[in-house]
Nanobody
Framework: QVQVTESGGGSVQPGGSLRLSCAASGAISGINPMGWYRQAPGKERELVAGIYPGANTNYADSVKGRFTISRESAWNMNTVYLQMNSLKPEDTAVYYC?????????WGQGTQVTVSS
């Protein structure tokens, strides 16, 4: 079994920063694709940022230049971070982390990010 745990959400004013953490643990090995998704009230869940074997990354257009996804280190490739800068009210959502291992997707429980003055 694989467990995915997020942390680091909270409330911040517009223009502020937050860093989200995601750790995949349990029966997982190797370098797996990992991604951050978000879901705002009344909207569908959307991909925010992904990181893949080979260190390729991709971002939603709405967060390019503001968010950065990264892995913790070469010795811990199943912990990833999402550095979020210049936050906007429209970034308010529940943020979920997902990894794919051996063809199965594993999701975390989500962490709330609220951007408000």
């Amino acid at each position: 079994q694989v467990q995915v745990t997020e942390s680091g959400g909270g409330s911040v004013q517009p223009g502020g920063s937050l860093r989200l953490s995601c750790a995949a643990s349990g029966a997982i090995s190797g370098i797996n694709p990992m991604g951050w998704y978000r879901q705002a009230p009344g909207k569908e869940r959307e991909l925010v940022a992904g990181i893949y074997p080979g260190a390729n990354t991709n971002y939603a257009d709405s967060v390019k230049g503001r968010f950065t996804i990264s892995r913790e280190s070469a010795w811990n490739m199943n912990t990833v971070y999402l550095q979020m800068n210049s936050l906007k009210p429209e970034d308010t959502a529940v943020y979920y982390c997902k990894t794919r291992h051996r063809g199965r997707d594993y999701w975390g429980q989500g962490t709330q990010v609220t951007v408000s003055s």
